[in-house]
């Protein structure tokens, strides 16, 4: 068996906000949708289904929970023809939302690789995301290019997307990760896969400033800046055509200007995968 760069699904989306630094935040985040998870399978030029059901008992946005306690699952399909091409339908329930399916997603990309050895790789994807409010300021759409550099054991990923049909925004995310194998029988396969993962975002700050004696304005700027910073700590396990993954994983979010108080924050997670050749 040999490892190949798959593109699941990681749903998150909160609450309607205008267009403040919250919003953006949440914006950003959508590039979860797409997190690149591996998987082992034997590969050749045929057609796939990898089907994925995943479980926080928490859930947080860039970090942040937003003062509302709630866990989260997320089901997913994918569709994928060789290595190249893929299109994915999944969608996300949070336990304390009104309507508690959020939003449904459907995204479709292609990848290549840039050198002949295979080590590194180019995705180019586009996702459109159905709301279930519809508050004019999401955005329902998304561009993202994903390079993702493979060599033994270590993974390095980043990524670009845009966001837009509502309140545009920008965002890019970066990680490295290196797989230590703890068992590795015939049919079977255990390993722990820790991951430093940086997420950076477009956000509006608001700035008063003084003119004059007594004037006082307020002045709205686009910064670009990093959010969040997670550490995760899955455990891995590999069979047939079924793989677990059971992590741990730390939040350790960046203050926006209008932030104060922010704390590192944890959970647990476990999800389940199921390949099949068509």
């Known amino acids: ?18 267009q403040t630094e919250e919003d953006t935040i949440l914006d950003s985040v959508i590039d979860e949708l797409f997190s690149t998870d591996s998987l082992l399978v034997d590969l050749s030029k045929s057609n796939y289904l990898y089907t994925t059901f995943s479980f926080d008992e928490s859930v947080f946005f860039a970090g942040r929970d937003f003062d509302v306690t709630q866990f989260g699952f997320t089901p997913s399909i994918s569709y994928m023809r060789g290595q190249n091409f893929f299109i994915s339908l999944g969608s996300a329930y949070f336990s304390e939302l009104d309507p508690n399916w959020d939003f449904v997603s459907l995204s479709s990309g292609y ?3 840039l ?3 295979e080590r590194l790789s180019l995705t180019g994807i586009y996702s459109r995301i159905f709301f279930s409010d519809d508050t004019a300021e999401l955005n329902p759409n998304r561009l993202s290019t994903v390079l ?6 270590l993974r390095l990923r980043g990524s670009v997307g845009y966001l837009f049909g509502g309140s545009t925004s920008f965002y890019t995310t970066s990680s490295g990760s290196y797989e230590f194998s703890i068992l590795d029988k015939e049919n079977w396969e255990i390993s722990l896969n820790p991951q430093l993962s940086l997420l950076m975002s477009e956000q509006t700050v608001s700035e008063q400033i003084s003119s004059g004696f007594s004037k006082i304005q307020t002045v709205e700027r686009d910064l670009f800046d990093l959010i969040n910073t997670q550490i995760s700590i899955p455990l891995q396990f590999d069979t047939g055509n079924w ?5 741990y994983n730390i939040n350790l979010p960046k203050a926006l200007s209008s932030e104060s108080n922010l704390t590192t924050t944890g959970y647990f997670s476990f999800s389940l995968g199921y390949f099949s050749v068509l």
């Open 243 to 247: 793989d677990f993954e059971f992590s």
């Open 1 to 18: 068996m040999k490892k190949f760069l798959f593109f699941g699904f990681f749903l998150a989306h909160f609450y309607s906000f205008s």
């Open 111 to 113: 990848s290549f690789f």
């Open 115 to 117: 050198d002949s050895k």
């Open 148 to 153: 993702t550099f493979n060599k033994n054991n």
